[in-house]
């Protein structure tokens, strides 16, 4: 990327570049004044320019389970921006994933968090005027809550639903928790294990009664800590995200192999629960280690293929095309590729599949799971 150092890219992009502040495991105490700080740098569009692909099918049907919006100090991810990225392949539906943005500014701490409900259903609803062309953005909502609290999450889901009552799909708190050469700024009082801590599940129990799923959101150290989530509450579906973040940076640089080794068993185990669905995708973001943005120019689409084919295959060989969803967890995996190039990538790993198979996957899995209308 030109000028910018790997030192220096860090310094800039902080949380961002672990996923949209993912090294954060829990709500409560993070402001959003301090998400602003946390991402305040924006993808190089003249860097991906460099590269150019037209999309490969450009009418086959999409469903893009997993993406942000913000602004930000120094960094804006839109509506018009994701219209803008999209527009290449025939993306018919959005799910928006909670990313800490429009935080009320007032009220009680707890309730905060709905302001960024209130935001996307409004994003939405500018979506599906049809102003902004075909798509449908944000026709999913899935918000925050900080588990933590137990019992006393209750008025905040419901304070969420009412938020957007016909979108509002599900909750994520996050459990990404690693070292300080992966993490460096965690807050003092993240839990290492909190998907086990006795408090986050009593709040957990109340999403089966709203009828919520839950976004498994960790590293790939924690996988076993989502299996045993999944097997206590049977009936709550879980999302798990970008694969369970396969970590390859600080303490894990150059360990590739031996991070695979362990992931692959601890996917083949969690994919045993039937109430967990998995994204096949996000691991593009600078956590992942892959360092694209580090080159001259951007991945093609063979590139990224070449280097994330055996975990996208093995998740999808475990759960089968019919609980898996791919995704493009944009605008933070656009640090290192381009939304053509990316989906390109999805479409070349799926040719040997049925129509069927692939229709599931780029599309139907997320609209069962998420309860979409078809548009």
């Excluded at 301090?34 to 991906?48: G, S």
């Excluded at 280690?289 to 689409?301: E, M, N, Q």
Aim: with cysteine; aromatic share 10%.
């Amino acid at each position: 990327m030109g000028d910018i150092t790997r030192r220096n890219f860090f310094n800039r992009a902080g949380a961002y570049g672990l996923g949209g502040l993912a090294g954060v495991s829990a709500l409560h105490g993070l402001a959003p004044r301090a998400a602003a700080a946390a991402a305040a740098v924006q993808p190089r569009l003249d860097w991906l320019s460099r590269t150019d692909e037209a999309a490969i099918e450009p009418e086959l049907p999409i469903i893009d389970p997993h993406h942000h919006l913000w602004d930000r100090p120094g960094n804006r991810y839109m509506l018009e921006d994701l219209v803008e990225d999209t527009q290449t392949h025939n993306v018919r539906q959005t799910v928006f994933v909670e990313c800490t943005s429009m935080y009320r500014a007032g009220g009680p701490d707890e309730l905060r968090v709905v302001g960024e409900t209130e935001f996307v259903q409004g994003v939405a609803a500018m979506s599906a005027s049809g102003l902004y062309g075909d798509m449908r953005a944000c026709t999913g909502i899935v918000g925050s809550a900080d588990l933590r609290l137990g019992d006393r999450v209750a008025p905040v889901l419901e304070a969420q639903i009412a938020a957007s009552p016909q979108r509002f799909r599900g909750i994520r708190h996050r459990a990404a928790w690693a070292d300080s050469t992966v993490v460096p700024n965690l807050p003092a009082d993240a839990l290492q294990h909190i998907l086990l801590d006795p408090e986050f599940r009593r709040g957990y129990a109340h999403l089966r009664t709203y009828g919520l799923s839950f976004e498994g959101w960790l590293y790939h150290t924690h996988i076993a800590d989502l299996t045993d989530l999944a097997k206590t509450f049977p009936d709550t579906t879980i999302i798990f995200n970008h694969l369970g973040g396969p970590i390859g940076i600080g303490s894990w640089a150059g360990r590739r192999d031996e991070v695979f080794a362990a992931w692959k068993p601890a996917v083949t185990e969690l994919a045993k629960c039937p109430n967990v669905v998995a994204k096949v995708g996000g691991i593009q973001m600078v956590v992942n280690g892959y360092g694209w943005h580090d080159r001259d120019r951007p991945p093609t689409s063979d590139d990224l293929l070449a280097a994330n084919e055996d975990w996208y295959r093995h998740t999808i060989e475990q759960f089968g095309p019919d609980r898996c969803m791919f995704e493009s967890n944009f605008p933070v995996d656009k640090l290192s590729c381009s939304y053509t190039v990316l989906w390109n990538q999805f479409k070349k790993l799926t040719t040997g599949f049925s129509a069927d198979e692939r229709a599931a996957m780029f599309h139907d899995t997320a609209m069962r799971v998420y309860r979409l209308p078809r548009v």
